[in-house]
């Protein structure tokens, strides 16, 4: 387990904690409220645990569809293939699953870092490789 997930269990767990010591202090109605409380509570955390992978996908799908049209009117006439994160896997929780890696044809030795966060403001954010020439695809990072 990573130990991002971690924090989130214990924050979680923490907050359902201060909900149940709330409900044993309180009496009548209000324990019954405050206990439907902490079970909805969990509830949530559970269908959000379960979604959020899911959601990832999704998102990193709609980047990359964003990423396309970026590079094909950057670059036309070139060929690329994509690298994502492999978010759910072991390893790899650390990384940023929205930084989309493109390698292009032409420099095969060099992955471009893009990042999307809608259709019209998308950015390269860096460059991973293991041979240091001239990096043909380089776009201005951070701007």
Same mark, same amino acid.
């Given at each position: 387990?990573?130990? /991002?997930?971690?924090?989130?269990?214990?924050?979680?767990?923490?907050?359902?904690?201060?909900?149940?010591?709330?409900?044993?202090?309180?009496?009548?109605?209000?324990?019954?409220?405050?206990?439907?409380?902490?079970?909805?509570?969990?509830?949530?955390?559970?269908?959000?645990?379960?979604?959020?992978?899911?959601?990832?996908?999704?998102?990193?799908?709609?980047?990359?569809?964003?990423?396309?049209?970026?590079?094909?009117?950057?670059?036309?006439?070139? /060929?690329?293939?994509?690298? /994502?994160?492999?978010?759910?896997?072991?390893?790899?929780?650390?990384?940023?699953?929205?930084?989309?890696?493109?390698?292009?044809?032409?420099?095969?030795?060099?992955?471009?870092?893009?990042?999307?966060?809608?259709?019209?403001?998308? /950015?390269?954010?860096?460059?991973?490789?293991?041979?240091?020439?001239?990096?043909?695809?380089?776009?201005?990072?951070?701007?």
């Amino acid at each position: 387990m990573h130990p /991002t997930e971690l924090i989130e269990l214990f924050i979680v767990g923490g907050i359902l904690l201060v909900i149940l010591i709330v409900s044993i202090i309180l009496k009548g109605k209000w324990r019954k409220v405050i206990q439907g409380l902490a079970i909805l509570f969990l509830v949530s955390f559970g269908i959000f645990y379960f979604v959020r992978p899911y959601w990832i996908d999704m998102q990193i799908e709609k980047k990359v569809g964003y990423i396309q049209i970026h590079l094909e009117e950057q670059y036309p006439g070139e /060929t690329w293939e994509y690298r /994502t994160v492999p978010h759910r896997e072991d390893g790899y929780k650390h990384l940023n699953p929205y930084y989309i890696g493109v390698i292009f044809d032409t420099e095969p030795l060099v992955e471009y870092k893009y990042f999307a966060r809608n259709k019209s403001d998308i /950015t390269q954010r860096g460059w991973d490789t293991s041979d240091l020439h001239d990096l043909k695809h380089l776009e201005g990072l951070g701007e």
